[in-house]
């Protein structure tokens, strides 16, 4: 019964987006599920839509987890979404494993206005995952597609869908590692994961030190302070990538990022 009810809930919260995986606690007094989705995108339209539904019989109750890093996260969702970098695009997850991109083509050509789709995949299978992000000429059309999209059906899988929150620059990125020269060959695709695999890993420590020095400079400044964040672009023989760069005030509660 405990295996059907963690099946269950795999599957449902698998229809928000991609999970890696979805470890149970059971150390306290009313056992849970710890799930942690690759997208932002995902965790917060599973928050949006299955707090209260029914799994396997029992209502279930679904929220953030409780830290100081997410106080402020329903204001930061907000920014995300009205950020002009994912103007006019919003994301559609409940995917089948079966459609193509050609599908999705076919599906969404109607929608009024579309401009780009983009379907992410798992670099280590090359398989698409069960979201994607849809582009718009207008903010307007994205809104429309909104409400065209949710719920409908896609080869008999419930969509659903709602504005993106991840800049188009990360997903320039990840689409650049997807199509790398050098994938040819068994080995070569192996080989290439692995170092794709150990360089994630090696950026990653990066980023938590550069992290814990930015809060460090943060909490000395004083309030209402300009804060600006640059990282450079690249370019080089391999391609080129876009820089990022991250702006905010400092305000009088101190719990803003930069």
């Not at 994607?132 to 059906?153: D, I, P």
């Amino acid at each position: 019964e405990d295996s059907f009810c963690l099946k269950s809930v795999k599957k449902e919260f698998g229809r928000c987006g991609p999970i890696p995986s979805v470890p149970v606690v059971t150390e306290t007094q009313q056992p849970y599920n710890w799930i942690q989705y690759e997208v932002l995108e995902a965790a917060q339209l599973a928050v949006e839509s299955l707090n209260g539904a029914q799994i396997a019989g029992s209502c279930i109750k679904v929220q953030r987890p409780v830290t100081a890093a997410v106080l402020d996260c329903d204001v930061l969702i907000k920014k995300l979404e009205l950020d002009v970098e994912n103007e006019g695009v919003i994301y559609v997850a409940g995917l089948k494993k079966s459609v193509t991109e050609t599908d999705l083509q076919e599906e969404f050509n109607q929608l009024k206005d579309l401009e780009t789709l983009f379907l992410p995949k798992n670099l280590q299978t090359g398989k698409h995952r069960n979201c994607c992000f849809l582009k718009f000429q207008r903010s307007q059309s994205a809104v429309e597609a909104l409400e065209a999209l949710n719920g409908r059906t896609l080869k008999g899988s419930r969509l659903r869908s709602r504005k993106a929150l991840t800049s188009g620059h990360l997903w320039a990125w990840i689409r650049q590692m997807n199509h790398s020269p050098g994938k040819q060959g068994g080995n070569m695709v192996c080989e290439k994961t692995e170092q794709l695999w150990h360089s994630e890993q090696e950026l990653r420590r990066e980023v938590r030190k550069l992290d814990h020095r930015i809060k460090k400079l943060y909490r000395s400044l004083q309030n209402n302070t300009l804060c600006i964040v640059l990282f450079p672009g690249v370019s080089s023989v391999h391609g080129s990538q876009p820089g990022l760069g991250l702006m905010g005030i400092k305000d009088d509660g101190g719990r803003n990022t930069c």
